[in-house]
């Protein structure tokens, strides 16, 4: 894909209606993606005094909670897309204000002002954007200088089985064409950001019948393809679905599997660069005056 445009194979329609519909919950794999995702905090010097939760409630409640352990004095920003999505992260994260024990730093179910937040979070979003170089402009937008950015997001062989399954009965494409890891780290730097380091890892996941498989997607999302079935399945390709999932995707130990692949990505907003005229207008008499100053400092 070209990195300077929209995801051409996303439908932004189809992401709306999602956001406005998911389940207000964080899904399995989220909170796995982003207990591993903390795991590389460690290797983080900066301690936040303040930094942004990017879509907690999907990106992981039990996550956000660990976060604030690790940076208990630092305010916190949560952000969330929907009014719903922001009403079940109030409820979820927000502490009693009548338990002193439950008492920490701020948290603000709002988006961070410009440059004001250390650390931003994000995990498992920037894969469901519609214009994900307007989001990461806005996640450089919310750092102070200095500060880093978070995040993880679903790559290129996700669904790899269920997309050859798909392509092999001549269905419409199984879902969007999702972003490898280097042309993130391209716009990451188109952005402006710094030093970004990406790392990708395929997790496989099993599924004893094949409606918990479907269970298990359509918790994680939908399919944004333009092209694909244009209206409602009846029972009968559904049952078709399920057969072709049972005997093309069941392995020897008599479980479906399915591949997730991973993309974590680390980058730090660095110091605006200033940038040079490549042309530059100069009065005559300037130009005497320097020339007249570096003879006098030559002589």
């Known amino acids: 894909m070209t ?31 982003a207990r591993r995702m903390q795991d590389r905090l460690q290797w983080i010097r900066l301690k936040p005094q303040a930094w942004a939760h990017w879509g907690a409630l999907r990106g992981g409640i039990e996550a956000h909670a660990q976060l604030s352990k690790i940076y208990s004095g630092a305010d916190c920003f949560v952000v969330e897309s929907q009014a719903d999505r922001a009403r079940a992260a ?5 502490k009693p204000w009548w338990n002193p024990s439950q008492w920490r730093a ?116 939908r399919n944004f393809h333009p092209g694909r079935f244009p209206g409602l399945r009846g029972k009968a390709w559904k049952a078709r679905l399920a057969h072709e999932l049972a005997t093309q995707l069941t392995g020897s130990d008599g479980r479906l599997s399915l591949t997730f692949e991973v ?9 605006p660069k200033h940038k040079v005229s490549p042309v530059s207008a100069v009065s005559m008499d300037d130009m005497r005056r320097m020339l007249q100053g570096s003879a006098g400092a030559g002589g």
């Open 106 to 221: 701020a948290v603000r179910f709002q988006t961070p002002p410009p440059g004001s937040v250390d650390m931003l979070w994000a995990n498992m979003a920037l894969h469901e954007s519609a214009d994900p170089q307007a989001l990461l402009a806005q996640w450089h937008q919310a750092l102070k200088v200095d500060g880093f950015l978070m995040f993880s997001c679903l790559g290129p062989d996700t669904a790899r089985e269920l997309r050859a399954l798909y392509a092999r009965l001549g269905w419409p494409p199984a879902g969007h064409e999702l972003t490898d890891m280097h042309d993130w780290g391209d716009m990451l730097v188109q952005t402006g950001f710094a030093e970004p380091v990406m790392d990708m890892e395929r997790i496989t996941l099993t599924y004893e019948t094949p409606a918990r498989l479907l269970q298990e997607l359509a918790e994680l999302g």
């Open 90 to 94: 109030i409820k979820s994260i927000a």
């Open 263 to 271: 993309i974590y990505g680390h980058a730090l907003k660095a110091k």
């Open 3 to 33: 990195i300077t445009s929209r995801p051409p194979t996303l439908d932004p329609q189809a992401v709306s209606r999602w956001q406005r519909s998911a389940p207000l919950a964080s899904p399995w794999l989220h909170e796995e993606v």
